[in-house]
Each structure stands twice: as C-alpha cells, then as structure tokens.
C-alpha cells in the first residue's frame, strides 16, 4: 500500500472523528442549540437571555406552538440533567393535558371553596379558570422516601437535607419554565398545596410519599406580563477580590 493511500485514509479517518466529536458536544434544549464548540461568550448569553426572557404569563389558552411530545420530552431533559443534592434525584413530576390538567384546576376550585369568603370566591373562580384555560399542567413532587433515605444514610446532614431537596426542585422548576417559554408558551408557578394534595394523590394515583411543592399551568400566549421591576443588583450581590 502506498504511502500517499496511507495519509489519504488517515485524512478521512481524522475528518470522521473530528464531525463526531461536534456531533457529540451538541445537544439541543427548549429551542436552543448548545455546543461546546461556540464560544463560552456566546453560550452563556444564550442562556441568559432566556433566563431574562421568562416571565409569568397568567392570560393562556389551550393552544400551543408545540407538540405534547416535544413538551414531555423537555420535562424529560430537565429531570434528567437539573442537579441534586448528593445526587439524590428525588424530584418527581406529572404532566397533565386534556380533561386530566382540567381536573386539577376544578379539584381546586372544589377545595378552596369551603374555606373562602362568598365574596371573594368569584375572584378566587375566575383565577383558576384562566388556569384552566391552558394546555396543561406540570406538577411538581419531591419523592420523601428518598429524601429520609438521605437523611438517614448522612446523618449530620439531616436537618438541612429537606431543604436541599427543596432547592433542587426549584431549579428544575426553572429549568422547565425557562425551557418551555423558549419554545413560545406561557407559564406560572402557582403554590396551592397543601390544601390540594389528598385529593390530588387520590385523583392521579399519586404515591402517598410523594410531597407536592408546586403547580405550573401553560399555554398558548394571550397577553404579555407587565413591566418587570428590579432593585438595583449593586444591592443585592458583593463580590470580594484581592
């Protein structure tokens, strides 16, 4: 075989793992496409441009710019990839479309009613229904067997390891709601456990050990946000050098 043959299928082999290398340092994630390859300038203002972009859409409706499976398989990345405390992965999530996200908000309205004033109950119906109103639903859990088994297994870490868990599932709340405005949809976080969460492991089969920290309707976009105030960040974060 001849020498010029040799370097020619070096070459090509070189080139082969060159394309594979990129291929393997890209993953695409709530509409952005992120590679190792860019520059880190570019990547971190991708990322924080979305974050900046995220906002609380309250007026929703039932459409969406994307498909069911698309939104499944982000809520699928962001369990998977979003960072625990020791690794513990003890987040849990169900995604509701349909008659099922629709249940959600009418258990609500059947469990606050009991304990809301007859005149601020018509307020109270009209928020909800604007919930309902969207494509669905996202509910997030923490799994407590696992958190105790934690607890147990690194005892001087007992105390905080409750609200470790807790913080993880705040950042895959982020990540979710981040990811999905990315792709066009509008989103909030709403807080209505635990008044709601016997009913709601009844209705949906949820595991009694399964603890519900959060509830995030989504949809099409009917209205934007309002202006977003900030305190100045100067106040807010000091930084230390030599």
Known sequence: MSTVSNRARVRTFGKYLRQTRREACTIRFGG?????????????????????????????????????????????????????????????????????????????????????????????????????????????????????????????????FGQWSQQSNGMLQFVVWTALEAEGLGASLQHYNPIIDNKFKDEFKIPDHWSLLAEMPFGERLSQPGEKQFAPVEDRVKVFDD
Do not use: C
């Open 32 to 160: 952005f496409l992120l590679s190792n390859r860019q520059t880190h300038n570019n990547m971190s203002q991708k990322f924080l441009s979305a974050v900046a972009a995220r906002r609380s859409f309250y007026g929703i409706g039932s459409g969406s710019p994307i498909s069911k499976n698309k939104i499944t398989d982000i809520v699928h990345q962001a369990v998977k990839h979003t960072p625990s405390s020791f690794n513990s992965q003890s987040a849990r999530v169900v995604v509701l479309f349909g008659k099922q996200h629709h249940r959600v908000w009418d258990i609500t309205k059947e469990m606050l009613k009991p304990m809301t004033n007859a005149e601020q109950f018509p307020n109270t119906v009209k928020k909800l229904d604007s919930f309902r109103a969207g494509h669905g639903t996202i509910l997030f859990f923490e799994d407590m067997q696992v958190v105790r088994s934690f607890q147990e297994k690194y005892a001087r870490f007992q105390d905080p």
